[in-house]
């Protein structure tokens, strides 16, 4: 009986996990572009500047992204977020090698303690445009 009890805890404790829990997330989605034009193959990870769990995004071929908290989960924490880019072909390592324009994105952006590019992810917003030119 004691060990039946202990799993029934183990197992509430387990599927309760880290969640941010009490926290809205907003439901966020939009485009990369540069120059104009979308960005395809871009692996977009925000980091709330007040803190918490970061969110990432993968560009499509269309340079469309939807935003994930977690796996199953899609959305971010609002405010101010520190946005970070990788490039997703991962023979590229190097981006003074990389094709234009993901060299010049990479260099960037590509360092989470160098980049400058922010996004204020608003309750009532859930559509942006990322410019990275």
């Known amino acids: 009986m004691a060990n039946r009890l202990f799993f029934l ?23 990369a572009t ?4 979308p960005v395809p193959a871009l692996e977009l990870r925000f980091y709330p500047i007040r803190g918490g769990r970061p969110a990432s ?18 959305g971010m924490l609002p405010g101010e977020q520190k946005v970070q880019i990788r490039y997703l072909d991962p023979t590229a390592t190097n981006p003074r090698q990389m094709p234009a324009p993901y060299n010049k994105i990479i260099q960037k952006y590509g360092d989470l303690k160098r980049t400058e590019l922010t996004l204020t992810i608003k309750e009532d917003q859930a559509n942006y445009e990322l410019q990275l030119d």
């Open 9 to 31: 805890l183990l197992l509430g404790v387990a599927t309760t996990g880290c969640s941010e829990s009490g926290t809205k997330l907003v439901q966020m989605s939009g485009v």
């Open 57 to 74: 995004a993968i560009t499509n071929g269309l340079g469309e992204f939807r935003v994930a908290f977690m796996q199953g989960k899609y």
């Open 34 to 37: 540069f120059d104009g034009k």
